[in-house]
């Protein structure tokens, strides 16, 4: 008497179907990524002017209050930090302009100025717009 040996196998359409379902999983991930790549792009832009503001803003609280400059312009690298743009290239242009000297009634703060900020992208010319305020800081 022969005795018949079972091989573990997969048949062929045990195979097609899991490839089948393989490839639809895939498919359907796939077609997520533009939205994850176009969410993270966001986050870091806002994370970029969150840093720009920042740095401008401790620059020129800095300064005496009455040689604040009407227009100025800063370079910031991709990252967002404060380069030198004949040094290094920059990827953001930014153009920081006070737009009101507001009066405040009261005993240390007698004034704020409205700093209003362009961002300019270089690579996709995108412009952000915003803005924040400055104290006198009695200097």
Known sequence: ????R???AFTLVE??????IFAFCVIGILGLMPVALDSFRASMDLSIKTRIIQTLRARLVDLPYSTLPAT???AFDEEGVDVDE????SRYQVAAKIVKLTA?????LTSVATVKIEITN?????VISDHFHLPDNGF
């Open 6 to 8: 079972s091989v573990g």
């Open 122 to 126: 270089e690579v996709t010319q995108a």
């Open 15 to 20: 195979v097609a179907a899991s490839l089948g």
């Open 86 to 89: 004949s040094a290094y290239p």
């Open 1 to 4: 008497m022969k005795k018949t």
């Open 72 to 74: 100025k312009a800063y």
């Open 104 to 108: 405040l009634p009261g005993a240390s």
